[in-house]
């Protein structure tokens, strides 16, 4: 009777563990990943800085998540996950409060690469691989529900960005923002531990099945198709506010198109995370990078606000399930004993593309003065990367052949 009490217990903690890695993702990744895009217009007026300078500030933290990711996901598959985890949220507060004393672009640049690399790279493939370690079934639903609010987090950060830098000015606006993040997500990191192997909880649960393609082959192949996804993925979330605000829409306004948005994108990771579970993780995946691939374009072709309120939601609910999609792909294709460490190689590439994105789509701004090219450009790198994914859904077919259901 105790026995079969601990297990239901074992069982009910991974739902505790999504949740709270859930919340920690709202709070370190909104800020991460396009918390920047509400600060483009006041350190511009403030320092005369260029758009791309600007967008570098975002680059360098990307470039950090994917370099210690790789580093911090070797050493959550290797030491304590929880202690790499603890001190990511940690590092990600402090480094938020240091940003709002920054005088020069290079302080900026620095604080960003080191709180990317020590604060994200920290808790963002760690706390991905340990959702999926307490699901042998179901595991996309489960990554879906994290990974929705990672949404949350990108979308309601630059919202509060917004108001926060209109009542208080930027550094307040970094200041504050630094304080929550570590009153909030100290206690939360405490709350992260691995399951206890048990094979009453093997049973229940199942077992994973065996990789289908050799690991180096995953790797390199995911490593370039998220390459480019994220590339497009980052240009909307960096330059749309901007975009907006040179059609003359007021900032407050064009951070809550991104809001909503990213609202819709809650709701995109968790359904894409489930038909991940119905069909298999890369043809979820194709689905998904197809839908954003097809739509990022018309942003640029929408001045009206309504209009936006209306188009925004449909392309966050698409565009959303490209992280899940990646995410359940290299669990799909990944050992579980190394699942950590590849998640945080494969996602360097992801944060590099994100980076890119953002630079580039900076970059052509400058060139240019307006920000078409810079869509198209992401539109572009969208169908490189379907092609890359239509490749990798080939492979394991042919891989797997005769099997019920693809990967």
């Known amino acids: 009777m105790i026995m079969g009490r601990n297990f239901h217990i074992r069982l009910d903690y991974r739902w505790v563990v999504v949740a709270a890695a859930s919340a920690m993702l709202a709070i370190v990744m909104g800020q991460l990943v396009n918390g920047l895009s509400a600060f483009f217009a006041p350190l511009e007026v403030e320092f005369g800085w260029k758009r791309g300078d600007i967008a570098l500030i975002n680059t360098a ?11 911090m996901g070797f050493a959550a598959d290797r030491f304590n996950m929880r202690a790499v985890i603890l001190m990511g949220a940690a590092v990600t507060g402090l480094g938020f409060v240091a940003a709002s004393r920054a005088e020069t672009l290079w302080q900026l640049y620095a604080i960003s690469f080191v709180t990317g690399a020590f604060g994200g790279g920290a808790t963002f493939a760690p706390l991905f691989a340990l959702v999926g370690s307490w699901f042998r ?3 996309g639903l489960a990554i879906g529900i994290a990974s929705a609010g990672q949404a949350i987090g990108q979308g309601g950060v630059p919202f509060a960005n917004t108001l926060l830098i209109d009542t208080f000015g930027w550094r307040d606006a970094f200041l504050i923002y630094g304080l929550f993040a570590l009153a909030a997500l100290l206690p939360l990191a405490l709350l992260m531990r691995m399951p206890v192997p048990a094979p009453h909880l093997d049973q229940a649960a199942g077992s994973e099945t065996a990789a289908p393609l050799p690991l180096s ?3 390199v192949m995911m490593s370039g198709a998220v390459l480019l996804c994220c590339s497009l ?3 909307p979330l960096m330059h749309l506010v901007p975009l907006l605000q040179g059609c003359g829409i007021p900032a407050p306004e064009a ?3 991104v809001f909503i948005m990213m609202i819709a994108a809650i709701a995109g990771r968790v359904a894409f995370g489930k038909l991940a579970d119905m069909i298999g993780a890369v043809p979820a995946y194709f689905a998904a990078s197809l839908w954003q691939t097809a739509l990022v374009f018309l942003f640029t072709r929408i001045g009206d606000l309504t209009l936006l309120y209306i188009f925004a939601p449909i392309y966050g609910f698409g565009y959303a399930g490209v992280m899940t999609g990646v995410l359940t792909t290299i669990r799909a294709m990944t050992p579980a004993g190394t699942r950590a460490s590849a998640t945080g190689l494969i996602l360097a590439f ?6 890119l994105g953002g630079y580039i789509g900076g970059l052509l701004f400058d060139l240019t003065g307006t920000y078409d090219l810079t869509f198209l450009a992401a539109a572009v790198a969208g169908a490189v990367n379907l092609v890359i994914i239509a490749a990798l859904f080939l492979m394991t077919c042919c891989t797997r052949e005769g099997d019920a259901a693809p990967v």
Do not use: R
């Open 255 to 257: 951070g809550s198109v």
């Open 137 to 139: 079934t179901g595991a």
């Open 233 to 235: 993925m980052s240009v």
């Open 61 to 71: 933290g990307l470039i950090g998540i994917g370099l210690g990711g790789i580093v």
């Open 350 to 355: 992801a944060w590099a593309g994100h980076g």
């Open 217 to 219: 082959t995953v790797i």
